[in-house]
Every structure is written in structure tokens, then in C-alpha cells.
């Protein structure tokens, strides 16, 4: 009985060795704050050796590398570590806890960057487990515009107006698009020159279209099409010039005229109308 009970024991303590008890509690889920990081001039960065960081008040940091293209308008993923806060001590040296504050900085070409995002930081970090969707852009925004500044003075100044900083609007139209000049950033067109995008649809049948169009570097581009203006849906396509293989999501390495063809869903109405998304 006695060697049964021994036995007993020891298998328990092995057990207890074995299992990760002390990762698991007071440890909590991690949080998942991602985003895209654009430079000055709306250009998602594509330099792997440029970081994001974390960083608490206390230094506490958290370090993650830019991953070009990632996922559709993603370029960076930071994994929190999160505690739970019962003990004293936390079960990893930058682990957070729950509303713990927190800055982002980004780290591009030896120097260490203040996105225009955390101009308002330290924010509280969100609860265990949740994702937080946090864009950071490099530069100043001195207007407050959500535009940086680098940006939208050489947009203004590549159609020859000089408009200082603190008069330009962004709701304002200033090219003959029609399109505001917020949009007109959203677009990622280049700024030196402000009519780069334009977008055609060259010829269309039995619910597929042959759409023309300017790609603009760091951009992944979507289709969506719909019958009837009412409901839409993610269109699968070819890239003419590359080939037969079907994208459904083109990632551009570079500014360059892109010709696209749709390709009609079975077992669906013709698609009549088409939207082309960027991220």
C-alpha cells in the first residue's frame, strides 16, 4: 500500500513538472495590436529591419519587425504578453497588464519615430485577448488634418498652390477629379503627381470586366462586383500581363498601369456593376 501510495505521489509531482502550470496562471491571453505603418508620404513601409515598438512609461517594451504585405493593408502584427495582475510579480519581465498605458514608435532608417497616431499616447492597452487595429504614419500633422503634412505640401504644390498648413482643408477639392483631398491621400496617390490614378473599364461580358487602372506602390488592390448596386461580393481575377493565375488580391510592388479581368462567380447573377478597394 505504502509503494502504491509512493507511486501515486510521484506520478503527480511528474505531472506537475510536465504540465506549463506556471505559464498558465497568472499569464492571461495576449493582445493582437496590428496595422499598416506608412512613411511621411503615405508609402506603406517594406523595410523588414524597421521595427515597431511598444513601450510602457515604466520602458517596459515590446518589439516587433514590419512584414511587407502581411495581410490585405497589414504590415505589422505585435503580440502583446498580458498578465493577469493577482501576483506581484508579472510571469514575464514585459508582460502588461490589463489598461496598463502604452506609446508606439517606430523605428525606420536608424531613427526612432512618434507616429502622427500617438500624438495623444499613452493610451491604456485593451483586455486580454482582443485585437486592436492601430495605423501608424511617420511625420508631423501640425493642422490636425489626419494628413501628414509632407504629404498633402507637396500634393498642393505639384498643382502650383502654395496654401499654408494651417488654411488647407481636407474636405476641400483642389484637383478636377472631383475628388476631396482626404480622398485623394486614401487613394495613395503619389504627390508629385496628383493625377496618377485613374481607373476604366475597358470592355465587360457575361458578368466579367476587363478594368484598366494605376497601381500604386505598397497597395494591395481587391474587386468587388454586384448585379444590382444592392449587394456586393469579392470577385476573384486575372492579371492579363502575368498570366492565368487567379488572384484574388494583387499586391503592388511598384507605381505602373494595371489591367485586371473580373471573373463572373458560377451559380450567380451577371455581375453588372464593379468597385475596386485598396488597402
Same mark, same amino acid.
Given at each position: ?46 523595410? =523588414?529591419? !524597421?521595427?515597431? *515598438?511598444?513601450? /510602457?512609461?515604466?520602458? #517596459?517594451?515590446?518589439? $516587433?519587425?514590419? %512584414? +511587407? ?11 502583446? =504578453?498580458? !498578465?493577469?495582475? *493577482?501576483?506581484? /510579480?508579472?510571469?514575464? #519581465?514585459?508582460?502588461? $497588464?490589463?489598461? %496598463? +498605458? ?66 488647407i482643408n481636407p ?66 481575377f486575372t492579371v ?40
Amino acid at each position: 500500500m505504502k509503494a502504491l501510495f509512493n507511486r501515486f505521489w510521484m506520478a503527480a509531482l511528474a505531472v506537475c513538472l510536465y504540465l506549463p502550470a506556471a505559464r498558465a496562471y497568472p499569464p492571461a491571453p495576449e493582445v493582437l495590436i496590428y496595422g499598416i505603418v506608412k512613411d511621411q508620404y503615405g508609402n506603406p513601409i517594406a523595410n =523588414p529591419s !524597421d521595427t515597431v *515598438i511598444l513601450q /510602457t512609461p515604466s520602458g #517596459t517594451q515590446v518589439v $516587433t519587425g514590419i %512584414q +511587407p504585405n502581411l495581410a490585405i493593408g497589414i504590415n505589422y502584427a505585435l503580440w502583446v =504578453p498580458m !498578465d493577469s495582475g *493577482i501576483n506581484p /510579480t508579472l510571469y514575464a #519581465t514585459n508582460a502588461l $497588464t490589463n489598461g %496598463q +498605458p502604452y506609446t508606439l514608435y517606430v523605428y525606420d532608417s536608424g531613427l526612432t519615430n512618434l507616429p502622427m497616431e500617438m500624438a495623444a499616447a499613452p493610451f491604456p492597452i485593451a483586455p486580454p485577448s482582443q485585437s486592436v487595429l492601430k495605423n501608424l504614419t511617420l511625420g508631423s500633422d501640425a493642422n490636425h488634418d489626419g494628413i501628414p503634412d509632407a504629404w498633402e505640401l507637396a500634393f498642393l504644390q505639384s498643382l502650383g498652390l502654395n496654401i499654408p498648413l494651417a488654411d488647407i482643408n481636407p474636405n476641400e477639392i483642389y484637383t478636377h477629379d472631383g475628388r476631396t483631398l482626404y480622398q485623394e491621400y486614401l487613394l495613395g496617390n503619389y504627390p508629385y503627381n496628383p493625377n496618377a490614378f485613374a481607373i476604366t473599364i475597358l470592355n465587360q461580358k457575361a458578368g466579367s470586366a476587363l478594368i484598366s487602372f494605376t497601381a500604386i506602390a505598397g497597395r494591395t488592390y481587391t474587386v468587388y462586383g454586384s448585379p444590382d448596386l444592392k449587394s456586393w461580393s469579392p470577385l476573384s481575377f486575372t492579371v492579363p500581363a502575368l498570366g492565368a493565375q487567379v488572384l484574388s488580391s494583387f499586391f503592388s510592388q511598384q507605381i505602373q498601369p494595371l489591367q485586371i479581368r473580373t471573373i463572373q462567380p458560377a451559380n450567380a447573377p451577371p455581375m453588372q456593376f464593379f468597385r475596386l478597394a485598396l488597402q
